[in-house]
């Protein structure tokens, strides 16, 4: 009787742990990683700038295939006479796409070294000059001083530094303006404009450097921007039968801009890593994640818009969620089947759970590709999805003979 007791009172406590409620997550401004130091501080992603080839088309596909819509544009018409740049933007949101006018613009060398891929990461902050000055003489190398930037609608202050490779964090002050996007840019009309895919804000961004520089990169975003390694992997846990590589995560502390650092570890063969610095010659910026409130939704419509994922996780993959899921006592919100046949992951820690998806390079060259997230209170990277998500990513490697 007593035994019965005791079991029926732990069954009770079990069956409230998993009907806690879980909710997508929603980073504000107050700190959560208390290691960051926050000289900055930073409020937000502002945008992210892409160097492409031909940036009239490159809008036109990241309108069509992830449900942006125009927004702002500069060129010819504005009195630009170097580049030409389509802004896009979808919820909170805005990707820059920009091209050279001519071949003695500096962007062509960028485009011939990476092909098409991100060159700026701006950060929108309280007082661009101290963010500079702050970064500058802890070390930073200098991209752009202090400028300011005005039109009839007010100004706007925007600086610069380089971070790893040719890659650059502008930091964007635009608290005195109220125009369309920026000084020089005019308000983009379009008469298509496709449904949203329901993509809110950009997670986070996950840097590729090379062998031996990701403590390097470590050290620096910890002393130059203040930021917090709160999460570590090494080769023992992000590994195939054929490669691996390491990575830290870092964070301001907010938690809204997130960078991951991947460095190659040594395996059999290339590693996905390896490829990546072969192919964009350089360090660079691998992937974008971008968070969803509603990953079924999401995925759905980027897959008829065209958008091209990885291949699906095996079966036995899908058979050990409920077990993963009940290690921390969390309850699935979604069908698992619908999940699965979208190929979506599952993880979970302390927290929740999170959902996510990997698409195939979104440029000729393996380089650049974007990960769809929802997150369910989980504030990981998904470490339990590394092996199939590897082994997904190997087979594609396999098929362009780079593996």
């Not at 942006?68 to 060129?75: E, H, K, M």
């Not at 990461?121 to 070390?139: F, P, Q």
């Amino acid at each position: 009787m007593q035994t019965f007791f005791f079991l029926h009172l732990f069954a009770l406590f079990n069956t409230k742990k998993m009907s806690k409620k879980i909710e997508s997550v929603n980073y504000g401004l107050e700190k959560i990683f208390e290691g960051a130091q926050d000289f900055l501080p930073l409020l937000g992603t502002d945008y992210v700038e892409f160097y492409v080839g031909n940036a009239k088309q490159a809008a036109h596909f990241y309108k069509i295939a992830f449900g942006f819509q125009s927004f702002a544009y500069s060129g010819l018409e504005t009195g630009a006479k170097d580049a030409v740049s389509y802004v896009l933007t979808q919820d909170k949101i805005k990707l820059i796409l920009t091209t050279p006018l001519n071949s003695k613009s500096p962007i062509n060398d960028h485009i011939v070294k990476h092909g098409d891929g991100v060159k700026v990461i701006a950060l929108w902050v309280e007082d661009a000059r101290k963010a500079y000055k702050e970064t500058t003489s802890r070390g930073a190398k200098s991209y752009m001083e202090p400028t300011v930037e005005k039109d009839e609608f007010g100004e706007v202050v925007r600086s610069g530094i380089y971070t790893y490779g040719e890659t650059v964090h502008l930091f964007v002050e635009r608290k005195n303006y109220n125009g369309t996007f920026l000084p020089g840019f005019q308000k983009w009309e379009s008469a298509y404009n496709p449904p949203t895919a329901g993509l809110k804000y950009i997670d986070h961004m996950v840097g590729n450097v090379g062998w031996n520089q990701m403590d390097v990169w470590v050290k620096w975003y910890e002393e130059v921007m203040g930021f917090e390694n709160f999460l570590s992997f090494d080769d023992k846990q992000i590994h195939t039968e054929y490669s691996a590589l390491m990575s830290k995560v870092m964070s301001n502390g907010n938690g809204r801009i997130k960078f991951p650092i991947n460095e190659p570890a040594k395996g059999k063969k290339r590693s996905q890593i390896e490829e990546y610095l072969d192919f964009y010659e350089g360090a660079g910026v691998q992937h974008i994640a971008v968070a969803t409130d509603d990953i079924l939704k999401t995925v759905s419509q980027l897959r008829a818009n065209g958008v091209e994922f990885l291949s699906t996780p095996p079966d036995d993959y899908y058979k050990s969620v409920p077990g993963r899921l009940l290690q921390f006592s969390h309850e699935l919100n979604e069908d698992i089947e619908k999940l699965k046949a979208l190929g979506i992951m599952i993880d979970a820690d302390e927290e929740g759970y999170l959902l996510q998806i990997f698409t195939k390079p979104v440029e000729d060259r393996p380089t650049l590709f974007f990960e769809i997230i929802q997150r369910m209170g989980a504030k990981g990277f998904g470490a339990g999805n590394f092996k199939a998500l590897f082994e997904s990513i190997e087979r594609e490697q396999q098929k362009r003979g780079t593996l």
